[in-house]
């Protein structure tokens, strides 16, 4: 099994990834395209130069490896606005495609805390309803896992026919071997936790610049969290 797990930024996608890692049967790979993205749209994002350095860019080679199977799973964190015009999808036949959600309103505010100047594309919200149309695949609500985290997992490997594993459920803390370079200045929080954490029930307030992004994200996030399981 191929698992292409799609989320933008701020997502609980690392813990996700996490959660999927400590299982003996999975091999993960951690946004294998952010290189690649990066150099062909020359975003300025944090340590740029560093993933440049250190990750893969040449989009046949990791067309390649998003090919091949792991041991004797893999589990892919993809951010769906990596996938840019010209970016290959041609990996992503055969895969188990899921679609992970988040209250727009949640990951603005967490991703505010990162970088001070955000845009629609920075959140992915649009790129993942794309992929979503061209993919198809399950949805999933972050704050559902958060809420009844093995309830959640049992029934996501239930949907995708993979056996449960507890070992889902908890992890060390620190950082993992697959990590991307950027674990540096965006998995602080990750690393510091040990297993699913629950959040405040209610929304983060949104400054009043933001309040444009909120608009514009909310109805697509409702419109494919009305799919999820």
């Not at 972050?142 to 908890?170: G, N």
Request: glycine fraction near 6%; charge should be negative; proline fraction near 7%.
């Amino acid at each position: 099994m191929r698992i292409a797990m799609w989320s933008g930024p701020r997502n609980l996608s690392t813990a996700m990834m996490y959660s999927f890692g400590v299982r003996s049967d999975f091999t993960v790979m951690d946004e294998p395209f952010y290189a690649a993205y990066l150099a062909a749209t020359g975003a300025d994002h944090p340590m740029r130069s560093e993933i440049l350095q250190t990750h893969e860019t040449d989009t046949d080679t990791l067309n390649s490896l998003c090919s091949r199977g792991g041991s004797p799973h893999l589990y892919m964190k993809h951010m769906p606005h990596h996938m840019i015009d010209g970016m290959p999808l041609n990996w992503a036949a055969g895969c188990v495609h899921i679609h992970l959600l988040r209250h727009p309103a949640r990951v603005i505010a967490s991703y505010g805390r990162k970088r001070s100047q955000i845009t629609l594309d920075d959140i992915g919200i649009l790129h993942q309803e794309r992929i979503h149309a061209q993919l198809g695949g399950l949805v999933i609500d972050s704050a559902d896992i958060l809420a009844h985290p093995e309830a959640m997992l049992r029934r996501l490997c239930t949907a995708i026919d993979l056996p449960f594993d507890p070992a889902m459920l908890s992890w060390p803390a620190g950082p993992r071997p697959w990590d991307g370079i950027w674990a540096r200045h965006w998995y602080n929080a990750v690393h510091k936790s040990t297993g699913f954490a629950s959040e405040p029930k209610d929304l983060p307030r949104i400054e009043p610049q933001q309040q444009h992004l909120l608009e514009a994200a909310l109805p697509i996030y409702e419109a494919m969290a009305a799919t999820k399981i």
